[in-house]
């Protein structure tokens, strides 16, 4: 009977090894009020993380948020989260509009926070939100909204490799420093319009298969958009690269908008393919007219 007992749990062990096991939000926002790390690896989290939980909170009535009135409550994370293959079955909630009340609620993250090949099958909500040291995201999966909305980050940031399956909205967030979302997937909107980046940008080889929307972004470095894929409308309207750009071997199979956008040296555009409609109207490189600039390079 021994022997059987061992020979099961021998063949049973590689699939037990690969087990997720389940770990309850609650659990890991507890921690964080002990001011311990949460540190997983390969488990299942159920429910909501839900940062309004945080009991080091503060109310602000003077936090400027654009087109509201609210009163607003600040929730400071002061231990670091990291997380490896891990899926997330509920929302991750830093950031809270309660209409009924006039109240926002924020969560500010002052210590590292990595996500490292997990899954996030609800929103993941982090709008206004801070980070104030190491913030990495590496392989990710967002199968429902990414809100990063207004989002700054102080660090390097990594994205790289990640798969939004649904909106991915960076609109006004601010990256201090390198950024790499390469190798990334976007299956719906990428709304990147009015963020900055005040240092070099990587796009190399990612898929955008609806709207990719960078108007009025601001990047301060130079931007590497090289072997990526625009499936449909890419609108660079106003927008502007003061350091240089690569578009080598990119593919735009719609509407690409480049109007108004001005260009400086250097610009890559080696074997770049335009299979739909092209707006350069007032587009400039080095304060020279478009096509003028590209006909005296050639």
């Given at each position: 009977?021994?022997?059987l007992?061992l020979?099961i749990?021998l063949l049973?062990?590689?699939?037990?090894?690969?087990?997720?096991?389940s770990?309850?939000?609650?659990?890991?926002?507890?921690?964080?009020?002990?001011?311990?790390a949460?540190?997983?690896?390969?488990?299942?989290i159920?429910?909501?993380i839900?940062?309004?939980?945080?009991?080091?909170?503060?109310?602000?009535s003077?936090?400027?948020v654009?087109?509201k009135?609210?009163?607003?409550?600040?929730?400071?994370v002061?231990?670091?989260?990291?997380f490896?293959?891990?899926?997330?079955?509920g929302?991750f909630?830093?950031?809270?509009?309660?209409?009924?009340?006039?109240?926002?609620?924020i969560?500010?993250f002052?210590?590292?926070?990595?996500?490292?090949?997990?899954?996030?099958?609800?929103?993941?909500l982090?709008?206004y939100?801070?980070?104030?040291?190491?913030?990495?995201?590496?392989?990710?999966?967002?199968?429902?909204?990414a809100?990063f909305?207004?989002?700054e980050?102080?660090s390097?940031?990594?994205?790289?490799n990640?798969?939004?399956?649904?909106d991915?909205?960076?609109?006004y967030?601010?990256?201090?420093?390198?950024?790499?979302?390469?190798?990334?997937?976007?299956?719906?909107?990428?709304?990147?319009?009015?963020?900055e980046?005040?240092?070099?940008?990587?796009?190399?080889n990612?898929?955008?298969?609806?709207?990719?929307?960078?108007?009025?972004?601001?990047?301060?470095e130079?931007?590497d958009?090289?072997?990526?894929?625009?499936?449909?409308?890419?609108?660079?309207?106003y927008?502007?690269?003061p350091?240089?750009?690569?578009f080598?071997n990119?593919?735009?199979?719609?509407?690409?908008?480049f109007?108004?956008?001005k260009?400086y040296?250097p610009v890559?555009?080696?074997?770049?393919?335009?299979?739909?409609?092209t707006?350069?109207?007032?587009?400039?490189?080095e304060?020279?007219?478009?096509v003028?600039?590209?006909l005296?390079?050639?």
């Open positions: 009977m021994k022997n007992f020979t749990t049973l062990f590689p699939f037990l090894a690969f087990m997720q096991v770990v309850d939000a609650n659990e890991i926002i507890a921690k964080l009020n002990k001011g311990e949460a540190h997983y690896e390969n488990v299942t159920s429910g909501d839900d940062f309004r939980l945080i009991e080091d909170k503060e109310k602000d003077d936090f400027e654009v087109f009135d609210n009163v607003t409550y600040k929730y400071h002061n231990a670091p989260l990291k490896s293959n891990c899926t997330f079955n929302k909630i830093a950031y809270f509009n309660d209409d009924d009340n006039d109240e926002l609620h969560a500010f002052h210590e590292d926070v990595v996500f490292n090949k997990c899954t996030f099958k609800d929103d993941f982090v709008k939100s801070e980070f104030d040291k190491l913030a990495s995201f590496p392989g990710n999966t967002f199968e429902e909204l809100l909305k207004y989002v980050f102080e390097e940031i990594d994205f790289t990640s798969v939004f399956e649904d991915a909205n960076f609109k967030t601010k990256f201090s420093k390198y950024t790499n979302f390469s190798n990334s997937k976007f299956r719906e909107e990428a709304n990147f319009k009015y963020s980046f005040e240092d070099k940008i990587e796009f190399v990612c898929e955008f298969y609806d709207l990719a929307n960078f108007k009025y972004t601001d990047f301060d130079y931007v958009f090289s072997g990526s894929k625009f499936q449909s409308d890419a609108i660079f309207k927008t502007k690269f350091d240089g750009i690569s080598e990119a593919y735009f199979d719609d509407f690409a908008d109007k108004y956008a260009f040296d890559k555009l080696n074997n770049v393919t335009f299979d739909g409609e707006s350069f109207k007032y587009t400039q490189i304060g020279k007219e478009f003028t600039y590209l005296n390079n050639k």
